[in-house]
């Protein structure tokens, strides 16, 4: 049945598995509930087996107006790595480096450090400064 669907329908590009099905519908008439799992699983069949083609979504008869499979590379060919996803890095200056490497060496004040209140440490050096304990200067 699927052969005969595939000759009648003579589609130059193939036949995919929904035209394959309405043909056999149509000439047919009622088929089984599973009819599309049977249908799947027949072609399944088939193409492993080598008596259809199957490119890009369609079937062909094997035959001379059939494209052809993709010729198999010979053994002992290596392929190229597939390209890598993303935008490449980009190119390092060693130049920059050493001035990266050059100034991480010399401190630089912190700039979001907020500064010290004055007043703990005026009441510091007074305490100090004066002899006092911090238990004597209750408030």
């Known amino acids: 049945m699927i052969l005969e669907a595939i000759s009648a329908l003579n589609d130059k590009n193939g036949c995919n ?8 519908e149509t000439k047919y008439g009622n088929l089984l509930p599973s009819h599309w799992s049977l249908l799947t699983a027949h ?15 369609n079937y062909f008869k094997p035959g001379s107006d059939a ?5 198999l590379l010979p053994r002992g060919t290596i392929l190229p790595p597939p390209r ?3 935008r490449p890095p980009k190119p390092k200056d060693p130049l920059a480096a050493a001035v990266a490497k050059f100034a991480a060496g010399f ?9 010290r209140p004055l007043i703990p440490l005026i009441l510091l050096l007074l305490v100090v400064g004066l002899g006092l ?6 408030w």
């Open 133 to 138: 304990s911090r238990r004597s200067l209750s």
């Open 107 to 115: 401190s630089r004040p912190h700039l979001g450090a907020r500064p």
């Open 17 to 24: 598995k929904s035209a394959i099905s309405k043909y056999t």
């Open 43 to 57: 072609l399944a069949g088939m193409k492993d087996s080598g008596s259809l083609l199957f490119i890009k979504n």
């Open 67 to 71: 494209p052809r499979k993709p010729k």
């Open 84 to 86: 890598p996803r993303g």
